[in-house]
């Protein structure tokens, strides 16, 4: 789930940073100025997820590099690579080659967009200026129901899990609006340091969509909630 989110920026219930919707900062390329013969090199984050949306379904996305990550949800292809490599994406009207450049900066969001393709129709629901993806929305809409007070959440109190580093995790709530699954975190920092959160940190099950963090650094001793979304119910 940034299906970013700085470039990933989409604030929620107190401002919850998502991988899958990076709309501000986001890179628009129109399709109808390129050829699909012709490869289109794109600028991505090494480190961190991002998402690719074409103006139809993607039927199916396959890479030169092994070590490549990608996931594929409706229109959107979410990737992480931390090497150049070629990426194909196949859809029901194009076959487009896309020359990937990891760069050490924050996750991206590339929206390509049909030549003939209409703006917006008048009072359709926008993320960040352009129209709200279904999965989005549902996605959105679960996790500020998850963080919000009167959230539908299961009284859920898990011992805390060690990740590398003296951060500790700890699942503290969920809540369901199938296929998304969404599951409340928090993290705690146990040095006596400052310690650095990235999305990458919890997005390793191959089911996980969309991750939201409400910070980026916590100080010695603080704690912060982390919302991860999966299209899979989480284990006991």
Do not use: C, H, W
Request: proline share 8%.
């Amino acid at each position: 789930m940034n299906p970013d989110f700085p470039s990933r920026v989409l604030t929620l219930a107190g401002a919850a940073f998502f991988i899958f919707t990076t709309a501000v900062n986001a890179l628009t390329i129109d399709l109808g100025k390129t050829r699909d013969s012709e490869p289109i090199s794109l600028g991505i984050s090494r480190t961190d997820a991002n998402r690719i949306e074409l103006p139809e379904t993607i039927i199916n996305a396959f890479s030169s590099s092994e070590l490549m990550d990608v996931k594929i949800i409706g229109r959107s292809a979410l990737l992480r690579a931390e090497d150049p490599a070629e990426l194909i994406i196949l859809t029901e009207k194009r076959r487009l080659t896309l020359l990937l450049v990891p760069e050490d900066a924050p996750s991206r969001t590339v929206i390509m967009r049909a030549g003939d393709e209409p703006p917006p129709e008048p009072g359709r629901e926008t993320t960040g200026g352009r129209e709200a993806l279904p999965y989005e929305k549902a996605i959105t809409d679960l996790v500020v129901s998850l963080a919000s007070k009167n959230a539908p959440a299961e009284g859920i109190s898990e011992k805390e899990q060690k990740l590398p580093g003296s951060l500790f995790l700890a699942r503290r709530g969920q809540a369901a609006s199938p296929p998304f699954f969404a599951s409340l975190y928090v993290v705690r920092n146990g040095s006596s340091q400052s310690a650095a959160l990235a999305e990458r940190m919890f997005f390793s099950d191959p089911q996980t969509v969309a991750v939201g963090m409400e910070r980026d650094e916590l100080l010695p001793g603080e704690s912060s909630r982390i919302f991860v979304v999966t299209k899979k119910e989480p284990g006991r």
